[in-house]
């Protein structure tokens, strides 16, 4: 069964410092992998995309690295800002159509002032 | 900017009651989608819809129906709601045929069946 699991569930880290969120998969065949931020009661939104021969890509202040052996990506965040606030999303998909999805439970980030 | 648009932000409805949640999307994406997002489940499909009038079940079809008569508007049906089914509802497009391109969201409708 294909799964996609976060870590951690949440966290609290202070403006200014820098985070990173985990994602394993076990999705086969596998695609790619995308990152989306969900702020509260709006919808996800994607960050960025990692296919399969791509290591690391960043969009700002957002860094996400894929390591397509062992399975995992990561979602790096550079100097933490209150709009970081926030629920991350890993989507790993199966097909280049983009219809055969698999969600991570995401990972729910507060920056404090 | 993409620009999908779910009728109602917040829904309460009784047990047994038919429910419908609108989605319109002003794009001409062909595929749409419909989720529901539990805590800690992350997002699982309902169902989607990748052309007028076509329909595809997804993970938890059980329970809902959809309806696409029109390429920007996509509907999903309760039949008999459940306390169960209380959620978040979440509707997406995205182009038929562009590879790898995201999933464009509404904003979602929580919806409470009492």
């Known amino acids: 069964k294909n799964q996609v699991e976060q870590s951690p569930q949440s966290l609290i880290i202070l403006e200014g410092k820098n985070c990173t969120l985990q994602c394993n998969y076990t999705v086969s065949p596998f695609s790619n992998l995308r990152w989306y931020k969900q702020d509260t009661g709006r919808g996800p939104v994607s960050l960025t995309i990692m296919t399969f021969s791509e290591n690391t890509k960043s969009n700002g202040r957002y860094t996400a690295t894929l390591d397509a052996d062992t399975k995992q990506s990561s979602l790096h965040i550079t100097a933490s800002q209150l709009s970081d606030s926030a629920s991350y999303i890993c989507v790993v998909s199966a097909d280049a159509a983009g219809n055969k999805l698999t969600f991570g439970g995401g990972t729910r980030v507060l920056v404090k002032p | 900017d993409v620009k999908v648009t779910q009728s109602s932000r917040y829904l309460v409805k009784r047990t047994g009651e038919k429910v419908f949640l609108e989605c319109v999307q002003d794009m001409d994406h062909e595929n749409m989608f419909w989720y529901r997002q539990d805590p800690g489940l992350g997002l699982r499909l309902i169902y989607f819809?990748?052309?007028?009038?076509?329909?595809e079940k997804g993970d938890i079809p059980e329970g809902y129906s959809v309806s696409r008569e029109k390429k920007e508007r996509f509907s999903l049906i309760l039949e008999s709601a459940s306390t169960n089914q209380t959620s978040m509802y979440l509707c997406a497009s995205r182009p038929g045929s562009s590879y790898n391109s995201p999933l464009h969201f509404g904003n979602g409708t929580r919806l409470t069946v009492t």
């Open positions: 819809s990748y052309d007028v009038k076509m329909k």
